[in-house]
């Protein structure tokens, strides 16, 4: 995961100095993260992480214009759930997270009402991260996904909106299952959902701004995979029914 970050960087570099006019925004803030398996008993780990971001667009009025979002984040999270093999006992715990999200936009810029521009968005991205639950367990998710939605974007001071949907049409999950005593490790493919996202701000006079928002994933069960593990002989492996919410509050400090 640190060469991910590194690599995130690098990009988000690059994109900058090719967009030295742009309009950039840099931010950073904290997370309220769920993820909650659809297993009995239900998997579900919850708690905070830290974000930091940084986006621009193109500065045009109106028309069609480019858009880059890029974020990091990492922090640690309860884990309630069960074990892994029968019988299953409830367990608690704790699960480090770290990831990036690096996604491009096309906009097209509407002027509406007092002049304020209304962004209709289109986008794609990848969602890269690091699930790890233990000393020798852990999980690895490339997610790529498309976003559909409108956004307000004020030049100056006034509201910032935006909402819409998320797709994640391509899906990888590397559990590690080699490390912990099974004979293969196949990928295992979540299956895919549409989810929701939205936000909500202020920018100030100045370059100050203060956003809240939600982003989701949704996935449905992956196809499961029979493996041999070296205790409990041939088993069927799989990703559960899996959602993702990430509630953020995020202070942005915008180059104008």
């Not at 803030?29 to 780990?45: L, M």
């Not at 549409?194 to 989701?216: C, E, K, M, W």
Request: with cysteine; net charge neutral; glycine share 12%.
């Amino acid at each position: 995961m640190k060469r991910i970050a590194r690599g995130a960087l690098a990009c988000a570099l690059v994109i900058g100095a090719a967009g030295a006019h742009a309009e950039f925004r840099a931010g950073l803030g904290t997370e309220y993260f769920s993820w909650v398996e659809d297993t009995s008993p239900e998997v579900r780990e919850t708690g905070g992480l830290l974000v930091a971001a940084l986006e621009f667009n193109q500065p045009r009025a109106d028309g069609l214009l480019f858009g880059y979002r890029g974020r990091l984040y990492a922090g640690s999270v309860m884990y309630e759930g069960s074990e892994l093999f029968p019988p299953r006992r409830p367990v608690t715990g704790t699960t480090e997270y770290a990831g990036t999200s690096q996604e491009v936009q096309g906009r097209y810029r509407f002027l509406v009402g007092d002049l304020r521009p209304l962004d209709l968005v289109a986008g794609a991205g990848v969602d890269l991260w690091q699930r790890k639950l233990s000393a020798v367990q852990k999980e690895d998710f490339v997610i790529g996904y498309a976003r559909l939605g409108l956004e307000l974007e004020p030049d100056r001071r006034g509201w910032i909106a935006g909402g819409g949907l998320k797709f994640p049409f391509y899906t990888w999950e590397d559990a590690h299952l080699d490390e912990i005593g099974f004979g293969s490790n196949p990928v295992l493919r979540p299956g895919k959902a549409v989810s929701p996202y939205a936000h909500l701000g202020y920018r100030f006079d100045g370059p100050f701004a203060i956003l809240v928002y939600v982003d989701t994933f949704r996935f449905t069960r992956s196809r499961a995979e029979r493996v041999t593990h070296a205790t409990q002989g041939v088993v069927d492996v799989l990703q559960p029914a899996s959602t993702r919410v990430n509630v953020g509050f995020r202070v942005v400090f915008h180059f104008d």
